[in-house]
């Protein structure tokens, strides 16, 4: 369960962020991956070396360095989500370079320079799942991109194969596909910001309660579709911010919508499904924003400040004790 948006400011600075939703425990840490950095594959047991650096929340398990969401240093940004029930790794792998669901991140973080790069690098790949360490098992995934232009795609590979599909509505949630998502986008066309007028059933005359009564039928659950519609209505209804700081301060603000507190999702194995943490990354400084449930102090790294060559990735703390 996560939630991801993209939001620009009127001078044209593009924000990115999700909400890190999970009921497997974590330990996340911030890591900035240095230019030319060659890394090897435990899943596929392939060599690769890093076009761009990169700062990025993630971490290492039995060896395995994943990351779920990060930017890099052209601006282009990506996030990984769960894509229960509708992610399929055994699609026919002739003439396709394989990348490890739990690598493909790493993987075009450090080659794409923008959404046009991204679309010309997945033409001739395709996605296998691998065992992750953390629920152990071939963790069904999808992903959003976006750069510094304001552009956003959504990754998903089914049983119909590996698509880009463009996301003009800059958000993403979980299961099912986004074209679902979109589609049922129109079951909600009734939502406004305004207020209802007056209207007779009969001779009875009805009217509002009070302010915000276009949006009682805006959905308030934490299911993927009701995350989606309530995102996609925030972010499109929000006054476009007149600058960075007012940009961050508003998408934190939809997020507050978004965050599940610890005890209201429950999982069928008893654990609970929360919001873990909330991080925004501005794409045009490659500044990193968040901050986690046990901590709403909005922290901020930035890759600039720790922009060196390095043979290994720089670790630059741990945020699992907010967690």
């Not at 005359?205 to 993927?224: D, V």
Request: with cysteine; glycine share 6%; aromatic share 14%.
């Amino acid at each position: 369960m996560c939630t991801a948006i993209t939001l620009q400011s009127v001078q044209k600075e593009n924000f990115f962020g999700r909400t890190m939703d999970f009921s497997h425990p974590i330990e996340p840490g911030v890591f900035v991956i240095p230019k030319d950095y060659e890394w090897y594959s435990l899943a596929t047991e392939k060599r690769y070396i890093d076009k761009y650096s990169f700062i990025s929340m993630g971490q290492e398990t039995d060896g395995m360095l994943g990351f779920f969401d990060g930017v890099n240093e052209t601006g282009f940004a990506a996030a990984v989500l769960y894509f229960a029930g509708y992610a399929y790794y055994n699609l026919p792998i002739k003439d396709k370079e394989e990348i490890a669901s739990l690598d493909f991140l790493h993987f075009i973080l450090g080659r794409c320079s923008c959404i046009d790069d991204l679309k010309s690098l997945l033409k001739n790949v395709t996605i296998v799942g691998i065992l992750d360490p953390v629920t152990r098992t071939a963790a069904p995934l999808h992903w959003i991109a976006t750069d510094k232009s304001g552009k956003s795609v959504v990754i998903e590979q089914t049983e119909d194969g590996l698509e880009v599909i463009d996301n003009p509505i800059g958000v993403m949630a979980n299961s099912p596909d986004f074209r679902w998502h979109i589609t049922n986008l129109r079951n909600y066309m009734n939502i406004s910001t305004t207020q209802q007028n007056e209207v007779y059933w009969g001779n009875v005359s009805l009217t509002p309660f009070g302010q915000g009564s276009g949006t009682m039928a805006l959905p308030g659950g934490f299911t993927s579709p009701e995350r989606f519609i309530r995102a996609a209505f925030l972010k499109s209804h929000v006054p476009v911010p007149k600058n960075s700081y007012e940009t961050l301060i508003t998408c934190f603000h939809i997020m507050n919508s978004l965050f599940i507190p610890k005890g209201i999702v429950l999982t069928d194995k008893g654990t609970y499904d929360y919001t873990k943490y909330v991080a925004f990354m501005n794409t045009n400084t490659c500044e990193y924003y968040f901050k986690t449930y046990n901590n709403n102090q909005i922290l901020r790294a930035c890759l600039w400040d720790h922009y060196r060559k390095s043979s290994k990735p720089i670790f630059l703390g741990s945020i699992a004790s907010s967690v």
